[in-house]
C-alpha cells in the first residue's frame, strides 16, 4: 500500500473548500484554491465590544501563520508541516492533513481595523476584532440668516 495514495481526506477537504467557496467565506479566485490543502475549523463570535474568532490549528507552529488584514478582508493563511510518512516506518494509517491552508472573511464596517489581535496558544489561534464606538445620530439646528 503506497501511503501516497491513501489520503481518507484529501475528498472531505475539497468539499470543504468547495462549501466554503459557494457561502462566500473564502475567496474563489484561482490562486487561493491552489494554496489551500486544508481548511481549518473556525467559530466567529460577536460580543458587546468586539468579535473573537477562534481558528483550530493544531501542529501549526505560530511562526508559520500570517494573518493579514486588507480593505475590510482578514485572512488567515500559513502552513503546517508533518513529519514525512513512509510506509516503511510503520505507518498504516495516514490521516492527519500537512500543506497550505487559507481562509478569508469580510468584516463589518463596525470593526475597528487598526486595533486587531492574534495570539496562537495550544494550536488555537485566536483573533479579537474591538468594534469601534458608534456614532449616534445628532441633530443639527438651522440657523436663520
Not at 468586539?50 to 511562526?63: E, I, K, M, S, T
Request: net charge negative.
Amino acid at each position: 500500500m503506497n501511503v501516497a495514495f491513501y489520503e481518507p481526506y484529501r475528498l472531505m477537504n475539497r468539499l470543504h473548500r468547495d462549501l466554503d467557496r459557494l457561502m462566500g467565506a473564502q475567496a474563489a479566485s484561482g490562486e487561493d484554491e491552489a494554496v489551500a490543502s486544508w481548511i481549518p475549523a473556525i467559530d466567529i463570535r460577536e460580543e458587546e465590544k468586539q468579535f473573537v474568532l477562534h481558528a483550530d490549528l493544531p501542529g501549526v507552529d505560530p511562526a508559520n501563520i500570517d494573518v493579514t488584514l486588507d480593505n475590510g478582508v482578514l485572512t488567515i493563511r500559513g502552513r503546517r508541516e508533518l513529519a514525512e510518512r513512509d510506509e516503511r516506518k510503520g505507518y498504516r494509517r495516514v490521516e492527519r492533513v500537512s500543506g497550505e491552508f487559507f481562509r478569508r472573511f469580510s468584516l463589518p464596517d463596525t470593526a475597528d481595523s487598526n486595533s486587531v489581535k492574534a495570539r496562537c496558544a495550544n494550536g488555537v489561534l485566536e483573533v479579537t476584532i474591538p468594534k469601534q464606538p458608534q456614532v449616534l445620530p445628532r441633530r443639527i439646528s438651522v440657523e436663520s440668516a
